[in-house]
């Protein structure tokens, strides 16, 4: 049988029954990293700053410290960046992203057994 099959999965973790994490969440964190600045994170990942502001004030009220921070203008202007906590809970989320792919790949090639 060839190996034409594929498996898909979406992980994302929640919090009181909302969503705190996911995919999306954890790649405009790693933008505003990136950029140091909420709005060129926003033009690189394609969403208006409004639904941004949201998802990180959702993100920072739901996790135990602040995951971003926004700095007030001044000799090099304002911006937002990424807390050391916030660092962690990207790794956090990408380990155990990769450890569920590797599992889930692991899985779909025993469907060339079944008989």
Request: with cysteine.
């Amino acid at each position: 049988m060839p190996n034409s099959f594929s498996i898909k999965s979406r992980l994302w973790i929640e919090h009181e029954d909302q969503m705190f994490l996911g995919e999306g969440r954890v790649k405009l964190l790693k933008a505003i990293h990136k950029e140091g600045s909420l709005n060129k994170a926003c033009k690189e990942e394609g969403i208006s700053y409004k639904k941004a502001w949201k998802l990180l004030e959702g993100l920072n009220a739901s996790a135990p410290k602040p995951l971003v921070v926004k700095s007030t203008g001044g000799k090099n202007g304002g911006g937002t960046s990424v807390t050391p906590y916030g660092l962690k809970i990207i790794a956090f989320y990408e380990d155990i992203n990769e450890r569920c792919w590797s599992f889930l790949d692991k899985e779909l090639k025993k469907i060339e057994e079944i008989e």
